[in-house]
């Protein structure tokens, strides 16, 4: 039983395989959430898309767990659950304003953009809390620098969104 939870971890914390990805699976993996958070938003709007990333943060966490149980790496490069958690997050910043007022989300596709340059700056640079996070050195930790690098992500679309339509007038 242990070496089907095991496999079945792995499926979930690879995503399916794109951690093996190479180079920068991290990236593979936040390329990969984009069209997840996509069919869940037109599927169900942000609703589903915000319930989706809780259910990918828990799977995550579990995930994570079992796929570094008694190993010294609490957080190898294959284990790209944690960027799809993150980057779902950042898409958050157009997936709300798109439903609350009845745009199409592809519509948005600067915010695709920023949201994801910024994700990826901001969990390979890893500022203040974020960095606070990955040194948890366990699955938490693991899971939790993502969120927070998404949440900044996910602010700074919302900033680059107000100054482009405000102060630019677009």
């Known amino acids: ?94 997936s709300f304003p798109a439903w609350t007022h009845g745009i199409e989300i592809t519509q948005l596709w600067p915010g695709w953009i920023a949201g994801f340059v910024l994700f990826r700056l901001f969990d390979i640079s890893k500022p203040g809390p974020v960095g606070w996070a990955d040194r948890r050195s366990d699955a938490i930790g693991v899971m939790l620098d993502d969120v927070i690098a998404g949440i900044f992500a996910a602010i700074g679309v919302t900033l680059l969104a107000g100054v482009a339509h405000g102060v630019l007038g677009l």
């Open 1 to 94: 039983m242990r070496g089907e939870t095991v496999n079945v971890a792995r499926l979930v914390g690879t995503v399916c395989g794109i951690g093996y990805l190479r180079p920068a699976p991290g990236t593979w993996g936040s390329l990969a959430a984009l069209p997840l958070a996509w069919a869940m938003h037109e599927l169900g709007g942000f609703p589903l898309l915000a319930l989706v990333t809780l259910i990918v943060f828990a799977a995550g966490i579990w995930a994570t767990r079992e796929m570094t149980a008694g190993q010294e790496n609490h957080d190898p490069s294959e284990i790209v659950v944690d960027e799809v958690a993150g980057q779902l997050i950042a898409v958050w910043a157009i």
